[in-house]
């Protein structure tokens, strides 16, 4: 055990050497975590092997995640580029190609903050819908005062940017996939995991952009 | 409840008394009261600031009668009482400053023991003490780690008691010995990887500064003033879960927010999580126990 331990410090030693002169975005030198493979084993350890699997699948990584955790979601430009270019490719839209839903129904997503908790202590009961918890991060409607500031305000989203087809375009493929416009961003893949079906990213969507809306009408 | 043939006495308390619920809930009232009047009032700017005071104002009131205090007097209690297959108290439980030293232990803690070679938080190290000195397994000392309606738990009632012996002195985690470093690392490491179907980690949310999660505040945990609001007051009373919440609970369902698994109670994980918090936190003066949302 003591040598499996050595020997991992040895190979981590070694390719630390390699990171030594990567550079962030920021101009910031970062090395990478000397006890990664250590702590990873640590990490995977604490859950219960009799985990049901999909619990399991949740503490896997992608290679967007491994790359952001690995850079403290701030990587190098050539980094970042490559991550944006892969996710972009991953967007899937709609049968019926309309990227315009129900604002109604994309209020109602926005501010339900439930769904997908698991585990023995406070899981939610099966089948309670998964929300997009928009209100968790972003202002939204003016009439909601209840908002989170992580991410930027998105009142009067249509109302600044107009509806063209490329700015509905672009809300549906933030929402789809964030990482394909800023790579690390705090944002959710909420289409990449089906977190939210094409559909309901349309409702969302449709939240944004309506005139009707009260993120634009108030 | 009966521990190796000698009835168990301990002393009955009720989460709060009915006096202090009704406070509760009239504040409850004023609270959700003031949220509305701040929603029908004025620009956005000045309900926000109208709702955080509000909220302020909801802690400070709380704070007077922390439903906290009277889980920490069962608790000492607890560690005088004799109990266990061993019939012995826990009063020679040495937490990092000699046996039974408990002044300042909490503040210092998780550190590297050497009798068991490992880095431990406080539960880890009050379990390692009910099973070495009063003889408990680990399931009988672990079965309610936390409290639940109708279940009371004696590891939330000693941790209670054992951090209130903390309160004042300042956090002191400097992680210098080469195994607390390397579970500083491992810390700092699990912080920052993101995993799951809403790509978390709990930089997310806590790695930037004055940011809040709907009306929340969140702290920057990277830093020393982050860090430090966050730790000094564990444990706490959570009056959204009527009940004291230990640093384990709290990060055990910080994962669960996250949508992950849940880590195991006392896992390295979450031992790691702390040593990385309370490092980050070191020379914040605790204020314990605290009550919160």
Same mark, same amino acid.
């Given at each position: 055990?003591?040598?499996k331990i050595?020997i991992?410090?040895?190979c981590?030693a ?5 990171w030594?002169?990567?550079?962030t975005?920021?101009g ?17 350890d604490?859950f219960r092997?009799?985990s ?5 699948? /949740? ?8 790359l952001c955790?690995q850079?403290?979601?701030n990587?190098p ?7 944006e ?5 991953t967007?899937?839209?709609p ?11 994309g209020?109602k ?8 908790h698991?585990?023995f ?7 309670t819908?998964?929300g997009?918890?928009c ?13 989170g500031t992580?991410?930027? &305000?998105?009142?009067?989203?249509? $109302? ?5 087809d ?10 789809y996939? +964030? ?6 961003t ?6 990449l995991? +089906? ?10 969507v ?6 009707e809306?009260?993120v634009?009408?108030? | 409840? $009966?521990?190796?043939g000698?009835?168990v006495?301990t ?8 006096e ?5 809930? /009239?504040l409850i009232?004023?609270l959700?009261?003031?949220?509305v009047v701040?929603?029908?009032?004025? &620009?956005?700017?000045?309900?926000d ?9 909801? /802690?400070?009131?709380l704070?007077?009668g922390?439903p906290?205090?009277l889980?920490e007097?069962?608790?000492?209690g ?8 061993k019939?012995? &108290?826990l009063?020679q ?5 000699g ?15 050497k009798?068991t ?5 406080v539960? +880890?190290?009050?379990?390692h ?15 309610n ?9 004696d590891?939330e009632?000693l941790?209670?008691f054992?951090?209130?012996? &903390? ?9 210098t010995?080469?195994?607390e470093?390397?579970?500083?690392q491992?810390?700092e490491?699990i912080f ?7 790509d978390?980690?709990c ?8 940011k809040?999660? /709907?009306?929340?505040?969140?702290g ?5 003033e982050?860090a430090?609001?966050?730790m000094?007051?564990?444990p ?6 009527g009940?004291?919440w230990?640093?384990?609970r709290?990060?055990i369902?910080?994962m669960r927010?996250?949508?992950f698994?849940?880590p ?13 918090l309370q490092?980050?936190?070191t ?5 314990t126990?605290?009550i919160?949302r």
């Amino acid at each position: 055990m003591n040598k499996k331990i050595a020997i991992t410090f040895l190979c981590v030693a070694l390719t630390q050497f390699a990171w030594a002169e990567e550079k962030t975005a920021s101009g910031k030198s970062l090395s990478k975590n000397p006890v990664s493979a250590e702590a990873e084993k640590v990490f995977r350890d604490s859950f219960r092997v009799d985990s049901p699997k999909y619990w399991s699948q /949740r503490i896997e990584q992608d290679e967007t995640m491994k790359l952001c955790s690995q850079y403290k979601d701030n990587p190098p430009v050539a980094v970042r580029q490559k991550i944006e270019l892969a996710q972009k490719a991953t967007i899937r839209y709609p049968v019926d190609g309309k990227l315009l839903g129900d604002w109604k129904e994309g209020e109602k997503i926005a501010a339900h903050g439930r769904g997908g908790h698991i585990g023995f202590i406070q899981p939610d009961k099966p089948m309670t819908p998964r929300g997009g918890n928009c209100y968790a991060c972003h202002q939204l409607a003016a009439k909601e005062v209840a908002y989170g500031t992580i991410g930027p &305000s998105l009142h009067h989203f249509g $109302k600044i940017r107009g509806n063209s087809d490329e700015i509905v375009k672009y809300a549906y493929d933030k929402i789809y996939n +964030s990482n394909a416009f800023s790579a690390c961003t705090n944002m959710p893949r909420f289409g990449l995991h +089906s977190w939210l079906t094409p559909e309901e990213i349309t409702h969302v969507v449709a939240f944004l952009m309506d005139p009707e809306s009260p993120v634009n009408k108030d | 409840m $009966k521990y190796g043939g000698k009835a168990v006495q301990t002393v009955a308390v009720a989460p709060f008394s009915p006096e202090e619920f009704e406070m509760i809930q /009239r504040l409850i009232r004023t609270l959700v009261g003031a949220a509305v009047v701040a929603a029908f009032a004025g &620009s956005t700017a000045a309900q926000d600031s109208k709702v955080a005071d509000e909220l302020a104002k909801y /802690r400070e009131a709380l704070a007077d009668g922390n439903p906290a205090d009277l889980l920490e007097v069962k608790g000492e209690g607890l560690w005088a009482e004799k109990r266990g297959p061993k019939n012995a &108290s826990l009063e020679q439980c040495d937490f990092g400053l000699g046996p039974g030293k408990l002044d300042g232990a909490y503040a210092q803690l998780p550190r590297y023991f050497k009798d068991t070679g490992k880095v431990m938080d406080v539960e +880890s190290r009050l379990v390692h003490c009910m099973m070495t000195l009063q003889g408990f397994t680990k399931e009988q000392a672990t079965k309610n780690w936390f409290s639940k309606p109708g279940t009371e738990s004696d590891i939330e009632a000693l941790v209670t008691f054992i951090g209130a012996k &903390s309160n004042g002195k300042p956090i002191n985690v400097p992680a210098t010995h080469p195994e607390e470093k390397k579970m500083y690392q491992i810390g700092e490491y699990i912080f920052y990887r993101r995993s799951g179907p809403q790509d978390f980690s709990c930089a997310i949310c806590h790695g930037q500064n004055d940011k809040r999660i /709907r009306l929340q505040d969140l702290g920057n945990l990277t830093t020393k003033e982050g860090a430090g609001t966050a730790m000094k007051t564990w444990p706490s009373y959570r009056v959204s879960q009527g009940a004291v919440w230990t640093m384990e609970r709290r990060l055990i369902d910080c994962m669960r927010q996250a949508r992950f698994p849940e880590p195991n109670y006392l896992s390295d994980s979450i031992v790691a999580l702390q040593v990385y918090l309370q490092k980050n936190a070191t020379g914040t003066v605790m204020e314990t126990p605290g009550i919160k949302r």
